[in-house]
T-cell receptor, first 113, second 114 residues
Framework: DQQVKQNSPSLSVQEGRISILNCDYTNSMFDYFLWYKKYPAEGPTFLISISSIKDKNEDGRFTVFLNKSAKHLSLHIVPSQPGDSAVYFC????????????FGEGTQLTVNP | EPEVTQTPSHQVTQMGQEVILRCVPISNHLYFYWYRQILGQKVEFLVSFYNNEISEKSEIFDDQFSVERPDGSNFTLKIRSTKLEDSAMYFCASNTGTGGYEQYFGPGTRLTVT
């Protein structure tokens, strides 16, 4: 199932700089996208979401951008903090997928002090 | 802040045995889900549950699996005869069902089938 893809398994950034995590999708019926953060031995924690009628949603240090024509979304974290080090998953749902979330593989973000 | 809880945190069982994984969703939520993550793979949807019945299930959720909400607070996943390939992290999630699509996940149960 390659409907949601995160091509970068890992990303390393310096504290205070911007982290940009990317996600691509193939199913044009997806119309709602979410980002989750996951620490080891914990469940995914919801971070931020965006509806397909928008191209940007912001919540504090986190901003999600959606480019529908490119079927691409990104999560920007600025400034990055060491506590942001975790695995980040993008997920999508839409009309044909009911309420099931379809997840990407995840990207391990490491923020170095 | 309300959260989804799951028990046990780790379950070891022998192949062919039945296991029941337990979840307590957030109290005013109406939709409940089970997902699993096999080591090194994606988080995969198993089943959704609403109004005391399954609303959707994936191709993974075959006759070996069942779900139940026995008492209005617990939400359980039963695997009747476990296989080695059932070894995974199992996550329960819940959603308000009143507009937002965000699902809130529990900490997971690590199931090891030997």
């Amino acid at each position: 199932d390659q409907q949601v893809k995160q091509n970068s398994p890992s990303l390393s950034v310096q504290e205070g700089r911007i982290s940009i995590l990317n996600c691509d999708y193939t199913n044009s019926m997806f119309d709602y996208f979410l980002w989750y953060k996951k620490y080891p031995a914990e469940g995914p924690t919801f971070l931020i979401s965006i509806s397909s009628i928008k191209d940007k949603n912001e919540d504090g240090r986190f901003t999600v951008f959606l480019n529908k024509s490119a079927k691409h979304l990104s999560l920007h974290i600025v400034p990055s903090q060491p506590g942001d080090s975790a695995v980040y998953f993008c997920a999508a749902l839409g009309e044909t997928s009911g309420s099931r979330l379809t997840f990407g593989e995840g990207t391990q973000l490491t923020v170095n002090p | 802040e309300p959260e989804v809880t799951q028990t046990p945190s780790h379950q070891v069982t022998q192949m062919g045995q039945e296991v029941i994984l337990r979840c307590v969703p957030i109290s005013n939520h109406l939709y409940f889900y089970w997902y699993r993550q096999i080591l090194g793979q994606k988080v995969e949807f198993l089943v959704s549950f609403y109004n005391n019945e399954i609303s959707e299930k994936s191709e993974i959720f075959d006759d070996q699996f069942s779900v139940e909400r026995p008492d209005g607070s617990n939400f359980t996943l039963k695997i009747r005869s476990t296989k080695l390939e059932d070894s995974a992290m199992y996550f329960c999630a819940s959603n308000t069902g009143t507009g937002g699509y965000e699902q809130y996940f529990g900490p997971g149960t690590r199931l090891t089938v030997t």
